[in-house]
Nanobody, 128 residues
Framework: QVQLVESGGGLVQAGGSLKLSCAASGRTLSNYGIYAVGWFRQAPGKEREFVASINWSGARTEYTDSVKGRFAISRDNALNTVYLQMNNLTPEDTALYYC??????????????????WGRGTAVTVSS
């Protein structure tokens, strides 16, 4: 079993920044192998949507159009942690942000059903 814990959410004014973290742990993490990580978000009353993903090495990243140029995903495998730097936030970014892992050499999927493990999320609220 792999546990994922997100942190870094909070309340911020429009135009502000937050940096989310997704820390992986668990007895089976070393056996989990190479994995991609994806960030997803779910706003109240809306479906969960893909935000960004990163491959194992960190060399490949992917973003949904609405966050391109504002968000940056990165990872530190020595710390088993993936980050999501979010800049120039808008009220439309308000949501519960989740990270998920998927065993893959390439990027994670934009399809959440392809992921093996999920965290419980961290809430981001952007005020206007």
């Amino acid at each position: 079993q792999v546990q994922l814990v997100e942190s870094g959410g909070g309340l911020v004014q429009a135009g502000g920044s937050l940096k989310l973290s997704c820390a992986a742990s668990g007895r089976t993490l070393s056996n989990y192998g190479i994995y991609a990580v994806g960030w997803f978000r779910q706003a109240p009353g809306k479906e969960r949507e893909f935000v960004a993903s990163i491959n194992w090495s960190g060399a490949r990243t992917e973003y949904t159009d609405s966050v391109k140029g504002r968000f940056a995903i990165s990872r530190d495998n020595a710390l088993n942690t993936v980050y999501l730097q979010m800049n120039n936030l808008t009220p439309e970014d308000t949501a519960l942000y989740y990270c998920g892992t998927r065993r893959a050499h390439g990027l994670g999927s934009q399809d959440g059903s392809q992921y093996d493990y999920w965290g419980r999320g961290t809430a981001v609220t952007v005020s206007s």
